[in-house]
């Protein structure tokens, strides 16, 4: 199965329009972050072909690579240790040839021929209970700093008043 460009761009399209798809994308994407997918050999130079896929209980998104850059599959299965599907398959991807000569065109059109670039694709689904719970983490990790701050800035301003109340006084006292 061929994957086209132009249906890569309609998606990109349809997340900038949609807010709620963009909310969903950067949850998924956190959570790949949160489990260190990142770190695996060619992870970071994935492309969105497709999704986010909002189904009842999983998020699915299909990701692209070139056929040279396949992705660690050590990765996959860290996923799949979290409750996600992973699937790795080849296919490839229509792209519009750059017209360097006439012999790039499409015949009767000013359009150029479109050639098959070969690729790995991995779609990933998700279960929506993992976003869940790495948000709420990401949610109450950054609470807890906030008070941690707090408790900080209390514990200071502590330290300062008991400070001033221990401060012997040098001033002598008017004479009435």
Known sequence: MATDIIDVIKNLQTLSENNSAFQVLKDFERVLDE???????????????????????????????????MPDPKAGMRLHDYGCKVTYIKEN??????????????????????????????????????????????????????????????????SSDEAAQEAPIDAEQPAA
């Open 35 to 69: 489990l260190d997918v990142y770190v695996y050999e060619n992870w970071e130079e994935g492309e969105l072909i497709s999704g986010p896929h909002v189904n009842r209980y999983t998020v699915t998104c299909k990701f692209m690579w070139e056929e040279k850059e």
């Open 93 to 158: 991807i229509l792209i519009p040839r750059k017209i360097n000569d006439p012999d790039d065109f499409r015949p009767g059109t000013k359009k150029g021929k479109i050639d098959s670039h070969p690729i790995w694709t991995v779609v990933i689904e998700m279960p929506k209970k993992l976003m869940q719970d790495v948000y709420t983490g990401k949610e109450n990790k950054e609470n807890n700093v906030m008070a941690e701050l707090m408790k900080y800035n209390q514990g200071a301003m502590l």
